[in-house]
Antibody, heavy 123, light 112 residues
Framework: EVQLVESGGGLVQPGRSLRLSCAAS????????MHWVRQAPGKGLEWVSG????????VYADSVKGRFTVSRDNAKNSLYLQMNSLRAEDMALYYC????????????????WGQGTLVTVSS | SSELTQDPAVSVALGQTVRITCQGD??????ATWYQQKPGQAPVLVIY???DRPSGIPDRFSGSSSGNTASLTITGARAEDEADYYC???????????????FGGGSKLTVL
């Protein structure tokens, strides 16, 4: 059974940093691209970042480029999102998500999602 | 990058057919992917590629595309189909040329 478990969310002041983690199990983690997708309270889904299976491609939404860094540790079956210079508009539930295609490009087809970790940005 | 536009609210009578649309320039080049999200739950993949359904998704869900518009059709809507529906697409970042992902704003489907 595929499981994605996010952690690391919490309350942080504007301008500070936070690192999210996602522990993956139930599939061959190093075969698949992974994504971070966020959802502000009462709002729609927003794709944040993607990383290819071998970390050769890292891509970001314009809204977080230069502030967020995605990474993965295939030996630990883990995905990370380092978030710096946080803003009020970054406040959201952050989902870790698995791409559907093995060893493919980062694409918008996600077949498994975690339950999310909530990031609150407030002074 | 470009945007995907969805009608914020769509309604359908129980048992009838409803089409949820998604418009955007990226859809001229890339297929849309469709997700269903119910309150308090993570999204669920319902349609991807030309018109593919993951296992477990009923065949009353189907996808199509024409020009810059993709559509999700639910034939014989059921009460449990009431949810938010999001389209997504690959897009090409103007700065880097990398492929990124964009989501539509979502359509809230009400089954009457």
């Amino acid at each position: 059974e595929v499981q994605l478990v996010e952690s690391g969310g919490g309350l942080v002041q504007p301008g500070r940093s936070l690192r999210l983690s996602c522990a993956a199990s139930g599939f061959t983690f190093d075969d698949y691209a992974m994504h971070w997708v966020r959802q502000a309270p009462g709002k729609g889904l927003e794709w944040v970042s993607g990383i290819s299976w071998n970390s050769g491609m890292l891509v970001y939404a314009d809204s977080v480029k230069g502030r967020f860094t995605v990474s993965r540790d295939n030996a630990k079956n883990s995905l990370y999102l380092q978030m710096n210079s946080l803003r009020a508009e970054d406040m959201a539930l952050y989902y870790c998500a698995k791409d559907v295609k093995a060893r493919g490009l980062i694409n918008p087809t996600i077949d498994y999602w975690g339950q999310g970790t909530l990031v609150t940005v407030s002074s | 990058s470009s945007e995907l536009t969805q009608d914020p609210a769509v309604s359908v009578a129980l048992g009838q057919t409803v089409r949820i649309t998604c418009q955007g320039d990226s859809l001229r080049s890339f297929f849309a992917t469709w997700y269903q999200q119910k309150p308090g739950q993570a999204p669920v993949l319902v349609i991807y590629g030309r018109n593919d359904r993951p296992s477990g998704i009923p065949d009353r869900f189907s996808g199509s595309s024409s020009g810059n518009t993709a559509s999700l059709t639910i034939t014989g809507a059921r009460a449990e189909d009431e949810a938010d529906y999001y389209c997504a697409s690959r897009d090409i970042s103007g700065n880097s040329g990398n492929h990124v992902v964009i989501f539509g704003g979502g359509s809230k489907l009400t089954v009457l």
